[in-house]
Structure formats: structure tokens, C-alpha cells
């Protein structure tokens, strides 16, 4: 079973580039999240999308951007590197409805670092 | 949010009984306590959950006080597998919007000792 797929592992960016992580899960989940985990941190919800075209900020967007055309993948888009932007990233989906429990499950991460 | 208050990090040896506490006196009647695990350059993953019962699946058992201000997660035989960060985690009951982000704090970092 896949999951929660995220690719690339491992990134590496000068200042000012642009890049997308991907993100697809084959869970066929409603919801899904990015985080970002700097070191010896928690994560901090980056964005999340409740379903196919919907999607909303979290607690630190800045410097990103989002879509969700379809159900299975939730790419993350960052627009000019800074190296703040230099943490991991993990991509996360849940099967989320009112009353039923929310678990999240989460890919193995992206390590990015703005140089 | 309500929060959530855990030790840095704890140590145990190998085989022996691991009981990593949590404190959230603010917690709300509808709050669940969620327990995820970060296993080493790995994402989280779930470990259990409870409301006001003490809990058990196949990777560790949850004892909720009383008063549900706080919780312990206990894992009965750790091995050295059980080694990462372990995130006490506030999820409400009720439904919609960003109330189904998860809130992680630092953690307990649980080294296990051969």
C-alpha cells in the first residue's frame, strides 16, 4: 500500500527559485495538509484543502501557494526560496467527517534547503 | 487551542515498561487525547487515542486521569524500535473547518537504552 507518497526526498535551492513538492496520496481521502517541521521543532500546518478545489491557510503560508485539482494529489508550491523556507516538509491526508475519528496520515517528508 | 505540556525527553532500557506522561488541564469536555510518534527522519505516525476510558491497541495503552487534565502512554515492553518523539495532541470532537489540523508541540524524545 502507497499512502501518502511525497517526492522529491531531497532538495536543494539557490535563493529566489521556484520549485513544487509533490504530494498524492491513493487513500482516497477528503482532506489533506502540508507541514513544516524545522529542526528540533514541532510541525506547524503550512496549508490544507478539505476536498477537490478547496483549499485554506494555515499557521504559516506565507511564501507559499496551493492547489487541489484532484482528490489524490495536493502539490506545494514555493515561489522565490528564501532560507527561512530551509526545514522539512511533510504532506499528510485523513479521512475527516463529522463524528468519525480524524487520523492523519503522513508521508516520509521532504528536506529542503535554500542556500 | 488548548495545550498540552510534556517532558523534553525520557529514557528507558530495552524490554522494560515506558510511561510517557502529558499534562492538559485545559483540556474541553469534547477534546480526544491523541498520542502520534516520529519515528527517526520518518513522518508521524498514529499511535492511539481516547476520550475519558483507558485504551488499548497492539502498540501501547492509554490511561486517562479522572479529571482528564492529564494522560500517560504506555508502552508495555519498549524496544529499541520505540526510539522517537512521542506528540501529545488535543483533537476536538466537534467538526469543521480547521478544527481538523492537528497541533504538535515538541514532544518526548524517548531514547531506549540496549
Known amino acids: 500500500n502507497a499512502g501518502v507518497t511525497q517526492t522529491p526526498k531531497f532538495r536543494i535551492l539557490k535563493i529566489g527559485q521556484s520549485m513544487t513538492l509533490q504530494c498524492t496520496q491513493d487513500m482516497n481521502h477528503n482532506y489533506m495538509y502540508w507541514y513544516r517541521q524545522d529542526p528540533g521543532m514541532g510541525l506547524k500546518l503550512i496549508y490544507y484543502?478539505?476536498?477537490?478545489?478547496?483549499?485554506d491557510k494555515g499557521e504559516v503560508p506565507n511564501g507559499y501557494n496551493v492547489s487541489r485539482s484532484t482528490t489524490e494529489d495536493f502539490p506545494l508550491r514555493l515561489e522565490l526560496a528564501a532560507p527561512s523556507q530551509t526545514s522539512v516538509y511533510f504532506c499528510?491526508?485523513?479521512?475527516?467527517?463529522?463524528?468519525?475519528?480524524?487520523?492523519?496520515?503522513f508521508g516520509a517528508g521532504t528536506r529542503l534547503s535554500v542556500l | 487551542d488548548a495545550k498540552t505540556t510534556q517532558p523534553n525527553s525520557m529514557e528507558s532500557n530495552e524490554e522494560e515498561p515506558v510511561h510517557l506522561p502529558c499534562n492538559h488541564s485545559t483540556i474541553s469536555g469534547t477534546d480526544y487525547i491523541h498520542w502520534y510518534r516520529q519515528l527517526p527522519s520518518q513522518g508521524p505516525e498514529y499511535v492511539i487515542h481516547?476520550?475519558?476510558s483507558n485504551v488499548n491497541n497492539r502498540m501501547a495503552s492509554l490511561a486517562i486521569a479522572e479529571d482528564r487534565k492529564s494522560s500517560t502512554l504506555i508502552l508495555h515492553r519498549a524496544t529499541l524500535r520505540d526510539a522517537a518523539v512521542y506528540y501529545c495532541i488535543l483533537f476536538p470532537a466537534n467538526s469543521g473547518g480547521s478544527n481538523y489540523k492537528l497541533t504538535f508541540g515538541k514532544g518526548t524524545l524517548l531514547t531506549v537504552n540496549p
Open positions: 499528510a491526508s485523513s479521512y475527516s467527517h463529522p463524528g468519525l475519528l480524524n487520523i492523519q496520515y
Open positions: 481516547g476520550l475519558t
Open positions: 484543502s478539505v476536498g477537490a478545489g478547496i483549499t
